[in-house]
């Protein structure tokens, strides 16, 4: 059974820093493709980011190029998505996914078999 734990959401004002950590259970973590997803209310989920298994090659959505960065720790089996300079529009629920047998899943959420539970973040003064 593979398990996706989301962590380190909550409230933060404009121009704020979260870090969100997702821990990956049941399988060996090297061979999973991994990413970042968000679901704002009343829009469909989006891409937010992607890391290959060998956590090269982060592939950002152009929102949030250059304010979150993406990384993942083996020995945790963690990923880790560090937001910076958070904007009102940040606001959504935030979902770690995993594309196992992938080398990367990219931005299309088919490739992605498991999913956590997602986790809120609200960027408001």
């Known amino acids: 059974q593979v398990q996706l734990v989301e962590s380190g959401g909550g409230s933060v004002q404009p121009g704020g820093s979260l870090r969100l950590s997702c821990v990956v259970s049941?399988?060996?973590?090297?061979?999973?493709?991994m990413g970042w997803f968000r679901q704002a209310p009343g829009k469909e989920r989006e891409f937010v980011v992607a890391?290959?298994?060998?956590?090269?090659?982060?592939y950002y959505a152009d929102s949030v190029k250059g304010r979150f960065t993406i990384s993942r720790d083996g020995a945790k089996s963690t990923i880790y998505l560090q937001m910076n300079s958070l904007k009102p529009e940040d606001t959504a629920v935030y979902y770690c996914?995993?594309?196992?047998?992938?080398?990367?899943?990219?931005?299309?959420?088919?490739?992605?078999?498991?999913w956590g539970q997602g986790i809120q973040v609200t960027v408001s003064s």
């Open positions: 890391i290959s298994r060998s956590g090269g090659s982060p």
């Open positions: 049941g399988r060996t973590f090297s061979t999973y493709a």
């Open positions: 996914a995993a594309a196992p047998d992938r080398f990367f899943g990219g931005r299309d959420d088919n490739n992605y078999s498991y």
